[in-house]
């Protein structure tokens, strides 16, 4: 008989991964710093510039708590669309959170990582960026990463775009391309995946975020806005973490 398909590979055995129970990463959807604005008759950019400050905090309740990689999602490929004036004022902010923590990365021995099409950023914000990456590139207390000008969608393409260049140019075999090797081509490469996902202002969406990376995250999301966000929120979203079940599709 003639085999229209190769044969299957024989079943293998997957155990269910061993998860931890402090997340070893831990990624938050900073959502709602317009409506505390909103609330409090402020414009939106104080809004923002509370956020920042909530920031420093969260930062801070994960190095204790022994997290490895907390990665925020600070602006989206589609958060260009907003008005000039707060695109600014976000960038601006983003230049006095930098400076501002620079030293205080180095002193507390964080790495700072980014990830989105950093390009788009202004050149003064990249080259600030891409100096405390370079400098803090050696710590190992824990990893920072800021998405910034992110978007899974983009990020997804690009790597299979990688993929397909360096398969046309027969570079690689496309029967070789598997997860592992997807995975290393999508700008986290050699981040774990998160743990927990926290998103704040009770929206229940991802608005393309990490969208491969969050396959077995748990998902825990706060009524609070993001500058209304304190250490005690952090630590009861753990707390949340720690009474599910992760089953990975097994039992
Ligand atoms: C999150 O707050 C910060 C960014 C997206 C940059 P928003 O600005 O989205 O605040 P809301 O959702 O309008 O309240
Ligand atoms: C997601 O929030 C992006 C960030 C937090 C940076 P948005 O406020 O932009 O998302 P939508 O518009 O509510 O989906
Ligand atoms: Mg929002």
Not at 59 to 88: H, I, M, Q
Not at 151 to 157: D, F, L, N
Request: charged letters at 25%; hydrophobic letters at 45%.
């Amino acid at each position: 008989m003639r085999l229209l398909y190769p044969p299957l590979p024989a079943p293998r055995f997957h155990p269910v991964p061993e998860y931890p129970t402090i997340p070893r990463h831990i990624a938050v959807i900073m959502d709602g710093n317009g409506r505390w604005a909103k609330e409090r008759g402020l414009p939106r950019r104080e809004g923002h510039r509370a956020g920042a400050e909530a920031v420093r905090e969260v930062l801070d309740a994960c190095k204790e708590l022994g997290v490895d990689y907390l990665t925020l999602y600070a602006f989206s490929s589609e958060n260009w669309n907003r008005p000039e004036a707060e695109v600014t004022a976000l960038m601006a902010l983003l230049d006095r959170f930098l400076k501002e923590k620079a030293k205080d990365l180095d002193a507390k021995n964080i790495r700072l990582q980014a990830i989105g099409q950093i390009d788009r950023l202004p050149a003064k914000t990249r080259d600030l960026l891409d100096s405390i990456i370079a400098r803090t590139a050696d710590h190992t207390a824990m990893t920072l990463v800021l998405a910034l000008s992110y978007g899974a969608r983009e990020e997804i393409v690009s790597a299979a775009r990688s993929l397909a260049t360096d398969a046309a140019a027969g570079r690689i075999d496309p029967a070789s391309v598997d997860e592992a090797a997807f995975a290393s081509r999508l700008q986290t490469a050699g981040i774990p995946d998160p743990d927990l996902l926290i998103r704040t202002s009770g929206e229940m969406r991802i608005s393309n975020f990490l969208l491969w990376q969050i396959s077995y995250a748990e998902i825990v999301i706060v009524r609070k806005n993001w500058p209304d966000f304190r250490h005690g929120d952090l630590l009861e979203a753990v707390n949340e973490y720690q009474r599910r079940h992760r089953r990975f599709g097994a039992l």
